[in-house]
């Protein structure tokens, strides 16, 4: 009775530390369920490392200085301890520090997503608010009806058509590649970024703009709003004021699965930009089979996906004062 007295009064704090418990487990899962799956590649990691000419005795001795003769019980408490404690091993492709080797590509792919996501989000919910507005007008049905069209469009058609129009075919302004030399930063050269970069507003302003759109325009018929243009509000304070404040939850929510779209969506867009990200890294880890690559990738990954759901959750909560009264 005490501990959900508690919860009650505390909602965010209780929010946190539940979500946070289930994000642990989840965490406890995946690492469970991608070090099978690593288990089960086909092949043999020692043999994609040395090539196939080489002879079963070089092999056998690889497999021994990788680990992968004990069993695989022991391989994942292994793998699992020093995940937890830092020691994320070496790569089997090159034999370098897996961290020092994903470093560098998990700053690229951050950057790649921070800036995409705020951009997206920012014209996503600015065209849903003035389509909202202009509801059932000309503007209105053609903004709905471009962003339904681009929803049904996959990522590497965005990215081609727009390497089509804007690097090789019709224009010739920026580089069709955005390959970032080692040791210098994405921000360094910001012409690599802009295809990149377009495609993924591209293809994720359609969802922040519907959601926006349609909580904004429940928001305008709400009671509040009315008794507002009543009394003679203009548009401006009805939409700012009013409306969009009490609209900001299922946005919110809809901008956090942006970013998670965000971070599979690179995957795509990353390979056909030769984009050096991690999604770019996965890919080539599991061509290579690079076991301690992909495992630490995917977990970055799944840890990404817990800490964007609890910040989404505690936002959408932080706007909400109605949902935050003890009950």
Known sequence: MRMRRWSQSH?????????????????????????????????????????????????????????????????????????????????????????????????????????????????????????????????????????????????????????????????????????????????????????????????TVPYVFRMTRAATIEALESDYVEMARLKGAPTWRLLFVHALPNALAPIIQVIGLTFLYLAGGIVVVEFVFAFPGIGQGLVNAVSDRDIPVIQFIVIVLAAFYVAMNIATDVVALLVSPRRRIPR
């Not at 997503?113 to 909202?132: E, P």
């Open 11 to 203: 909602t965010i704090a209780w929010l946190v530390l539940s979500r946070s418990a289930i994000g642990v487990l989840t965490l406890l899962v995946v690492s469970i369920l991608v070090f099978a799956a690593t288990q089960v590649l086909p092949g043999n990691a020692a043999l994609a490392v040395l090539g196939h000419s080489v002879t079963p005795a070089r092999v056998h001795q690889l497999e021994v200085q990788m680990h992968l003769n004990r069993p695989v019980l022991a391989q994942y408490g292994s793998w699992i301890g020093g995940l937890l404690v830092g020691h994320l091993g070496t790569s089997f492709a090159n034999g370098q520090s897996v961290w020092h080797l994903v470093a560098p590509r998990l700053l690229n792919s951050v950057v790649l997503v921070a800036i995409s996501g705020i951009l997206g989000s920012t014209i996503g919910m600015a065209l849903g608010a003035f389509s909202a507005v202009k509801r059932n007008s000309v503007a209105d049905d053609s903004l709905s009806v471009t962003a339904l069209a681009i929803t049904a469009l996959p990522e590497f058609v965005v990215a081609v058509v727009l390497v089509i129009l804007l690097s090789t075919v019709v224009f010739h302004l920026l580089p069709g590649v955005s390959m970032v030399s080692p040791g210098v930063y994405p921000w360094n050269v910001p012409s690599l970024l802009v295809l990149p970069v377009a495609t993924l507003v591209i293809v």
